[in-house]
């Protein structure tokens, strides 16, 4: 489903903005979730592989 409504969005600029409204609700709460793991269990930084940069 959110796949057709991103496919919707490319052509409606308001179906793209509750999209866009939406996905972003879900950004919030896994940033929230993994702001009081972190402070709960500590950073996974030490066993996270390194992040490649070009």
């Known amino acids: ?9 490319w052509s409606d600029d308001a179906v793209a903005r509750q999209v866009l ?3 972003q609700g879900w950004m ?13 269990f500590g950073s996974s930084a030490r066993s996270a592989p390194p992040i490649w940069r070009p």
């Open 1 to 9: 489903m959110l796949q057709e409504m991103v496919a919707a969005g």
């Open 28 to 40: 919030d709460i896994l940033e929230e979730v993994a702001r009081e793991a972190e402070a709960r």
């Open 21 to 23: 409204a939406l996905l």
